[in-house]
DNA sequence: AGCAATGCTATTGTATACAAATATTGTGGG
DNA sequence: CCCACAATATTTGTATACAATAGCATTGCT
């Protein structure tokens, strides 16, 4: 992307972000871009992105407000994300080469120090949990796949949670990334998705458990 | 949508779907917008529809080419859907309504009929055939899946393929139909999970049986 | 002849003006 | 007081002009 676009897709992608723009308030273009600094034709772009990835919904006549998820929106999301992740996973497991599952354990590494630390590293604890998850999806060599996780994973109200996990729960993520490392090494794709399943399911009640009502 | 923008989508389209604009080949906004009669503004707005749906693919360099499938691809693209529409099928399952269930069964006794003429009247099958499944995708109730499934249902290599279906291929869709009936009437949610999975990728094999190489 | 640099052409990116559609406000009638 | 309808304001849709950038070919050098 140009960099007015993608200077108004950070913007507002920002405002949604930090609450700013809080669930369900209305957005104009012309407002928009007046914060943005740019003209409406970027922000038009920059919204249709936002909406593919479902930070923002787009009304019967066009109108465009910020997207407000319920419980039962969030538990779909990760019902999906725990079938398309899994079967990413699967693919992983017999296409992944040796440099990236190099890669994978160094990101675990990462991930196990940042959760030994006390209080627990948060931010470094998403920065290379998202990483760990990248590789995989990117191993499994399907464009398709991609593009429909990225409208999955990374959501405002999963964002805005994630700080609440309680330690346990940091570190059994990282015991479950050490079982998926086990069954990409031996290759068994089955193994990986089951793996990933249980570990997106496991993630999925933890941001139950953190949520505020 | 708007007019000029649903015109130059609908006209950009059937020129993938004609074979007009053949895979590979590269589209340029300018030269759409004059095939459609209208300005450059709402082509760009048809192309980002027609990149969610996959028909085209953009370059990083922002250059966008007719999408070209490979077997490959194909079979990924079925497998997703399979995934996906059987969970659709298995949520459907316990929240589709008796009208909802009424039209399923009307549009599958048109089915029937279309297969049971000499020759078989396919066009009607598909027709019927893509009502049917968008029923179910929509008694499921999850905005998320619906969105996701536009992208994988339909696609240019798959209508180009249709007519080759076998007339004994045809019956065994309306078939596998009337179990998914049966399982939605039980509101049975994982008989219908199981019967959609199972129609899906008979599906996946009649393609790759009738598509050319 | 092969390669690189440079200018030219084609294509996409952005801004802006105006048209069309949608929401809102106010007013009159019941 | 409430509802319907009309006038007005707001917002999105489209066209067009111009800017920036990527691709291409020509030319000059080694």
Same mark, same amino acid.
């Given at each position: ?20 723009? /809080? ?49 039962d929106d969030v538990d779909e999301m990760f019902a999906l994300r725990a079938m398309?992740e899994a079967h990413a996973a699967a693919r ?50 399907? /464009? ?11 959501? /405002? ?57």
């Amino acid at each position: 992307m140009s960099r007015a676009t993608d200077r108004a897709y950070a913007e507002i992608r920002g405002l949604i972000l930090s609450g700013d723009a /809080p669930p369900g308030s209305p957005l104009t273009e012309e407002a928009l871009a007046d914060i943005c600094g740019v003209s409406r034709t970027p922000v038009r772009d920059a919204l249709r992105r936002l909406e593919a990835e479902l930070y923002v919904v787009r009304t019967d006549t066009q109108r465009i407000y910020v997207a407000n998820w319920s419980h039962d929106d969030v538990d779909e999301m990760f019902a999906l994300r725990a079938m398309l992740e899994a079967h990413a996973a699967a693919r992983a497991a017999t296409r992944i080469d040796s440099v990236a599952l190099d890669a994978l354990r160094d990101c675990n590494v990462r991930i196990e120090a940042a959760v030994a630390r006390d209080p627990a590293d948060v931010a470094a604890f998403l920065t290379d949990n998202r990483r760990f998850h990248q590789i995989i999806i990117d191993a499994a060599e399907s /464009p398709r796949l991609t593009t429909m996780l990225a409208a999955l994973v990374e959501q /405002p109200v999963v964002r805005r949670t994630a700080a609440r996990y309680s330690p346990g729960e940091l570190r059994r993520s990282a015991q479950e990334h050490a079982a998926l490392l086990q069954a990409f090494a031996a290759r068994d794709a089955e193994w990986a998705r089951a793996a990933m399943t249980g570990h997106i399911r496991r993630a999925s009640h933890s941001f139950r458990a953190a949520a505020p009502d």
